[in-house]
Every structure is written in structure tokens, then in C-alpha cells.
């Protein structure tokens, strides 16, 4: 009971900490090496393997072909440098394409009409949603034509009785989230990058985010795609079946091919009614076996109530604080937990969530921590999490890693790459996803460091794949990852992989250098 009070009083005194919040991303400073036109020489292993290919053999753009897109799209064929700008450049600042032309359609028959003009004319294309990707997958490399799914923004159906949502593939997540929540229900998925990323991309890319552990992957949850292929096809899989077993299933090639086989543009997705009672609650580990130990007894005492539980070191917390002002609402520990739980009855809840509570306190297991049911204070204990990318970013260039291992593994990567790289690197600092064994091991210095890059790889996904890790957990391979498929995949995937671009995209106009390694086109 005396941990239990503990927990009260801790619960009570959140509401009187001030926290910094907010999820947009802060202003992007100067970058300090782009990414950009350069050939490999090298291979794995060597900064060569994750820099860009020559270009291959497209077409250019033409007068004519500006004529045809500015008839087709009054107004919104764009060819302003200025405004180019934003669309060339990656979120992380790292990659920088030198596209002259940005398309904005409307309509699924727009994009058609695109593609089956730049088919024809051999003109490559860069499909791009919120453009919040970190592996050089979201922009140009080299003068591919930019097509932003920014204005496909409209809601088309929704089932209240099935909880089902269709809607255009540029719709932002938590405008999404927002319409749904008015309807008493949720995404299925969320994201730190909710307030840019759109739903076409979290398709593409099969963005995991901090529901999967509840909600599953949205190769569960996405029920039908609209996708328009190369040649201007459209390939209508716009189901709203929750059971449809009638041959190839055939939407999950376009899951996760990050715009590489087809442009998805629009999605029905399975959304979960809204829960009645949210509890998050942040705790202090001493250390990682601890931290383990928690997750078992959560998932055993919480069960069913249980939808995320996240993980973040102490470095993490440490450039929180110094980089965006945060405020450590526990005693300083060596690991953080975020865990949330939403049901249905309040009292049921929290009845639940305190018995775990006071049984790992018991045990040791957590030594600090805090309970928010506030809405204002559930975000200020999320953006802990949330915005760990966000400091990175004010920390230095920055190295990042987003690998799966076997959960007991992800923080021994972690320690063994400081061990290895010792002051080299600024900091070394591990987050992530403990629900589904997802580690974000990011490495950052005063400025890019080819030294320190060939130190960090190929040993990072060397280690990974000795555990029959995966190389990519959710931030897919890009521009940045694609010749590190291998660690992953066996050559025959990688092949056939190959075989299904030259079936679907026979002149590999779309999302070119990217997702396949080089020596498959």
C-alpha cells in the first residue's frame, strides 16, 4: 500500500510540473553534407553503399512536357526554385535532390494521367506524401519529377457501424486522427511525425509507430489500396472487406515497396473505437534487465488494457533536456518507460494499472515514476518519447539506425557500440519499441564523419543480421539502407523482388535508387 501512495502522490504532483510540449519539428539548421549525385565506388561498408548511383539513362524534362503538365494541372505544376526547395530537401537535412518540376494532383485520374505521360516519355518520378522520412526514400536524388499527394486530402467514406475509413492517400495523420476521435474512434496507428506524415506514406513505408504493440502492423489494419501503376494503370483493391480470400492478396505487394511499384492513392483502413479511459504512466529502470522484467509482468498484469510500451536511455533524457528544455518528471534513472494503457472502464483500469504498479515497485523493479489520466499531461509524458528525434537533430549530424532484434538483444547493440566507437562519436543513445523488439540506435557527431561512418557500418548491421535481426524495422530501406538488404534478405528475395519492379515498372520510372540495392533494376 505504501507504494501505492508513493504512485499517488507522484500522480498528483505531475499535475503541478510544466512541461515544454509540442510535436512539429524545430526550425532546420544549416545542413553539414548532403547526400547528393554522387556515384558508388566503394561497397558495403564504405560510405559509397548508402550514397546515390550515377544517374541512370531518363529522359529530361522538356518545355513540352512542362506545357502538358501545366495544362493538365493549372496551377499546380510548380517550377519555382524557392518553392522546390522543401521538396528536394529530406527532413533530416542529409539528402538533397535537384528536381525542377513539382506535380500536385488532385485526383486518382491526375496521377494516372501523369504517370502514363512520364511512362512514355522515360521521365522518372519521386512520389512524395509528408516527406518525414528518414532514409532518403521521400525526395529526388537526381532531377526525378516530384509528385506530392499534398492536395489528395479528403476523407471519402466512413463506416461508423464497422469502424471502417476510406480516404485519399494525402490525408495527414492526425487530421485523420482528429475526424476519427469527433467519431468516437482512433487510428490504428500513430507517430511522433503525425502532424506532417500522410496515410499514403505510412502505407508505402508500413510505418509501425507506438500502437503496433496493441493494434498489429497496417498490413493488418489497411483492408484496400487504390494505386495507380507506372504506366498509368489504375489497380483498384479499394476493399472495405474485412474477409476477402479470393486469390492474391494482392494490396500487400504496395505495402512497405515504398512507392517503387506503384503510387497509392487512396486507403481503407480497419480503425478501433476510441477507449473510454487512457492511463500513461512514466517510470525509472536502474537498469536493462529491469527494464524486461517490467515488460513481462505489464503484459502478464495488464493484459488486454495494455497498448504501448516504449523505452528511452538515459542519454536520451539527458539531450531532452539540454537541446528542448524538457523537464525529467521522475529522479534521474538509467532507462525510462512509457507505458499506456486504454480500455474501456475507468475504475477497471486504474485498478489494473496500480496493481502492476505496486507489485514492480515492490520487486525493485522500478524505482521512480508517474501517473498522468490528463490529456495535457498524457502529451507532455509522451513528447519524453516522442521527441527524442527532435533533440537528436540540435545534438549534430546524426547516424541512424532503426533495426529489429530479439527483444532481450536491442540495448546490447547499444552498449557494444559505444564500446566500440568510444569518444568518437558525440553521443550514442537507444530508443525504440520494446513491445515489438524495435530499436532506434542513433550516433551523433559535431559534423559528418566518414571515418566514424566506416567504423558504425557495416559492423552495425553485421551485428544485426548475427542475430537474424532485420536491418530495417520500420523506417525502410530508401536511398540511405538499400544495398544493406542483403543482411536481411537472401539473395533469391532480393531477386525476385527484382523480378516483380521489371513486371510492374518494366522502365523503372518510379522511385528509382531506391528500396533495391544497385545491382538489381
Not at 566500440?420 to 550514442?428: I, M
Not at 571515418?451 to 548475427?466: H, N, R
Not at 540511405?480 to 542483403?486: A, G, H, V
Request: glycine residues 8%; neutral net charge.
Amino acid at each position: 500500500m505504501a507504494v501505492f501512495q508513493r504512485l499517488t502522490q507522484l500522480k498528483a504532483a505531475s499535475r503541478c510540473l510544466q512541461y515544454t510540449t509540442g510535436l512539429c519539428p524545430a526550425p532546420r539548421s544549416t545542413p553539414t553534407g548532403w547526400i547528393q549525385h554522387r556515384p558508388v565506388h566503394g561497397g558495403q561498408g564504405s560510405e559509397a553503399a548508402s550514397a546515390a548511383p550515377s544517374r541512370w539513362p531518363f529522359s529530361r524534362v522538356t518545355t513540352a512536357d512542362l506545357d502538358f503538365f501545366t495544362q493538365l494541372l493549372p496551377g499546380r505544376t510548380i517550377t519555382d526554385p524557392d518553392v522546390l526547395e522543401s521538396s528536394n530537401v529530406d527532413w533530416l537535412k542529409s539528402v538533397k535532390g535537384s528536381s525542377e518540376v513539382l506535380l500536385r494532383p488532385k485526383t486518382t485520374e491526375e496521377v494516372s494521367q501523369i504517370l502514363r505521360y512520364c511512362n512514355e516519355r522515360n521521365l522518372a518520378v519521386s512520389p512524395q506524401g509528408g516527406n518525414t522520412g528518414l532514409v532518403g526514400g521521400s525526395v529526388p536524388v537526381f532531377d526525378e519529377i516530384i509528385l506530392s499527394t499534398a492536395l489528395m486530402n479528403q476523407v471519402l467514406t466512413f463506416d461508423s457501424i464497422s469502424g471502417i475509413l476510406t480516404c485519399q492517400a494525402g490525408c495527414v495523420l492526425e487530421n485523420l486522427s482528429q475526424y476519427l476521435e469527433e467519431r468516437d474512434f482512433i487510428m490504428p496507428l500513430d507517430l511522433g511525425a503525425k502532424g506532417s506524415c500522410h496515410i499514403g506514406g505510412n502505407v508505402s513505408t508500413n510505418a509501425g509507430g507506438l500502437r503496433l504493440l496493441r493494434y498489429g502492423s497496417l498490413r493488418g489494419t489497411v483492408l484496400g489500396l487504390e494505386v495507380v501503376l507506372a504506366d498509368g494503370r489504375l489497380l483498384n483493391c479499394l476493399s472495405t472487406l474485412r474477409k476477402d480470400n479470393t486469390g492474391y492478396d494482392l494490396k500487400q505487394l504496395f505495402i512497405g515497396s515504398e512507392g517503387t511499384l506503384g503510387v497509392i492513392t487512396a486507403v481503407s483502413i480497419l480503425c478501433p473505437r476510441k477507449p473510454k479511459s487512457v492511463n500513461v504512466a512514466f517510470l525509472g529502470c536502474s537498469n536493462f534487465q529491469d527494464l524486461l522484467e517490467t515488460f513481462q509482468a505489464c503484459r502478464g498484469m495488464l493484459g488486454e488494457i495494455l497498448s504501448a510500451f516504449e523505452f528511452l536511455d538515459s542519454s536520451c533524457m539527458n539531450l531532452l533536456e539540454k537541446h528542448l528544455k524538457l523537464t525529467n518528471p521522475i529522479r534521474e534513472s538509467p532507462f525510462y518507460i512509457v507505458i499506456e494503457t486504454a480500455g474501456s472502464n475507468a475504475a477497471h483500469d486504474e485498478e489494473k494499472l496500480h496493481n502492476f504498479l505496486d507489485t514492480v515497485m515492490a520487486s525493485s523493479l522500478v524505482t521512480d515514476g508517474t501517473v498522468a489520466t490528463e490529456e495535457a499531461k498524457i502529451k507532455a509524458l509522451w513528447s519524453m518519447r516522442e521527441r527524442v528525434t527532435e533533440a537528436l537533430r540540435h545534438d549534430g549530424y546524426t547516424y541512424k539506425y532503426d533495426v529489429s532484434l530479439p527483444v532481450e538483444k536491442i540495448y546490447d547493440l547499444v552498449t557494444d557500440m559505444r564500446a566500440r566507437l568510444g569518444d568518437r562519436a558525440k553521443n550514442v543513445v537507444g530508443y525504440g519499441h520494446v513491445g515489438d523488439g524495435n530499436l532506434h540506435l542513433n550516433i551523433t557527431s559535431p559534423f559528418k564523419d566518414p571515418a566514424l561512418l566506416a567504423a558504425i557500418e557495416p559492423y552495425v548491421y553485421e551485428w544485426t543480421s548475427g542475430y537474424q535481426g532485420s536491418v530495417s524495422a520500420e523506417h525502410g530501406l530508401g536511398l540511405k539502407k538499400r544495398n544493406y538488404i542483403y543482411y536481411s534478405k537472401t539473395p533469391e528475395a532480393v531477386t525476385l523482388m527484382g523480378d516483380i519492379k521489371s513486371m510492374l515498372d518494366p522502365k523503372g520510372i518510379l522511385n528509382p535508387y531506391k528500396t533495391l540495392p544497385d545491382n538489381v533494376r
